[in-house]
């Protein structure tokens, strides 16, 4: 277990070094002048493009992790670190948003997994 602290340390200075100054030299100065225009494309067209990036994503990852129900869960717990949590301790949402965020993602993620692996060619 030693052995994996020193890398865990490192891994955490790097990310957090990364993301403080990331965000308050690159990140927030662009978002301080941006303003939301209007939608690229109809609302229906925009979920289709997203559904199939990430369905292109979930293929990626169980070609590369070999496990439909643990890439589903690595994408879903991704979502769910990166923007629940982080929102909930910015207090840019509510805990009963961010627990229905948590359930959905859960869910729909294992049932992605779930009908993957069901579907998938054996061998």
Do not use: N
């Amino acid at each position: 277990m030693r052995e994996h602290v020193k890398p865990l340390i490192g891994a955490f200075l790097t990310l957090a070094c990364f993301y403080l100054v990331g965000v308050l030299a690159f990140y927030a100065p662009i978002a301080a002048r941006d303003s939301p225009g209007e939608p690229l494309v109809p609302r229906v067209v925009g979920f289709l493009i997203s559904s199939v990036l990430y369905i292109l994503l979930f293929a990626w990852m169980v070609r590369a992790i070999r496990d439909p129900m643990k890439a589903a869960l690595a994408i879903a717990l991704s979502q769910l670190l990166l923007v629940d949590v982080d929102y909930l301790l910015s207090g840019e949402r509510g805990l009963a948003t961010a627990a229905a965020s948590a359930v959905l993602l859960l869910v729909s993620w294992s049932a992605t997994g779930w009908v993957y692996g069901r579907l998938r060619p054996r061998g």
